[in-house]
């Protein structure tokens, strides 16, 4: 997808992995065939996220790598407990990859991993070569970063959602004092809605219809109040208008996405399957099928706007198993085929958990 387009674009301003990484948001240079890959709209409301999914995906795959690095360079000279670290290291980044995929939280995982890390450091100890100390400070730059970028992936949404929540319970407050029943309703009804547009967002759900409500209680409340109210409540309902424009624009801006990347790994499906077509082995044509049967239940999730999490993990595992038993008879165009719908699928997850906010501590009363 995306990703070739961006590495090829900033090619020139990403630094190895042995310099410090001054803007997270840059991709790694990696200049690929574009093909019939979708450009990414440039403008600055996509920029961020896709940039941030393309960035995770990297560190997602130097991680291993530098793990790797590791055991090579220490060979045998390894001491049990360095390499019960690292072997504890790659299943905390498998763990973390799943999280991002099933658009889970991975705050767990990614704490275990850099303790993991931190673990192995205390056992290394400071005998190590110049080599080896190198590595590890690949590894803690590349765990650093991704750490960095998977909390920033919600970010926006989660804030917006913040301010809304905010919003609404001071304009509770300062209405406190009205006794016009139709006012009080009103009220009632938009921190009803809000409370149904946190539970959407909290399950990773796009809210479009409960914000639709939301804009509709707003207006009814401003209509039932009149002209004749204070500059504090004047002043309380311009922002909460302002601040839930903000979020239904951010919402419109990940989905905007999200269905980019479902066409994208849409046009991988079909293509696998043309690419496979003449592969008469009943494996298999067998998982060619039970994968598009995966795909097809994401693409209705999304068309449906419900969560597509577990679908995105069945695929994942579909495709994972395509691989495996196509194994080493795959030609170079279906392995890149398969690539492609890997990491479309990864970014889809990742992608959808920018619209997840975790459970607010903000009660509206």
Do not use: C, Y
Not at 63 to 68: A, E, G, R
Not at 106 to 120: I, R
Not at 279 to 287: E, H, V
């Amino acid at each position: 997808m995306l990703q070739r387009w961006v590495r090829f674009l900033f090619s020139a301003n990403r630094q190895t992995s042995s310099h410090s990484r001054e803007l997270p948001l840059r991709a790694r240079p990696r200049l690929e065939q574009l093909g019939d890959r979708t450009l990414p709209n440039a403008s600055p409301a996509f920029a961020p996220l896709q940039f941030l999914t393309v960035d995770i995906i990297h560190d997602l795959s130097d991680i291993p790598k530098d793990i790797q690095a590791v055991k090579k360079s220490l060979g045998t000279s390894a001491s049990a407990a360095v390499t019960t670290d690292l072997t504890t290291l790659s299943t905390d980044v498998a763990a973390v990859k799943a999280d991002l995929a099933a658009g889970a939280s991975a705050t767990t995982d990614l704490n275990a991993l850099t303790t993991a890390l931190g673990q192995l450091k205390t056992d290394l100890g400071t005998t190590v070569t110049r080599r080896v100390q190198a590595q590890i400070r690949d590894l803690t730059r590349d765990v650093a970063d991704l750490t960095r970028n998977v909390n920033r992936v919600s970010k926006e949404i989660t804030d917006d959602l913040k301010e809304v929540q905010a919003d609404a319970q001071t304009l509770t407050t300062d209405l406190a004092s009205n006794t016009d029943t139709k006012v009080t309703a009103d009220v009632t009804a938009v921190n009803a809605v809000l409370t149904k547009v946190a539970a959407d967002l909290t399950a990773g759900m796009p809210a479009t219809a409960d914000l639709n409500a939301l804009v509709i209680s707003e207006n009814q409340l401003a209509a039932d109040l009149g002209t004749n109210i204070t500059r504090t409540v004047r002043t309380d309902l311009r922002k909460l208008r302002f601040d839930v424009i903000d979020l239904s624009h951010d919402l419109s801006q990940v989905t905007r996405i999200v269905n980019r990347t479902a066409a994208d790994i849409q046009r991988d499906a079909t293509a696998l399957t043309t690419a496979l077509g003449s592969n008469t082995d009943a494996t298999i044509t067998a998982d060619v099928t039970a994968l598009n049967a995966a795909l097809a239940k994401v693409a209705a999730d999304i068309s449906a706007g419900t969560s597509a999490s577990a679908d995105i993990t069945a695929a994942i595992t579909a495709q994972t198993k395509l691989v495996t038993d196509l194994g080493t008879t795959a030609t170079r165009a279906v392995q890149r085929r398969l690539t492609d719908l890997g990491n479309d699928l990864l970014e889809l997850g990742i992608e959808m958990s920018a619209m997840k906010v975790q459970a607010t501590s903000m009660a509206l009363k």
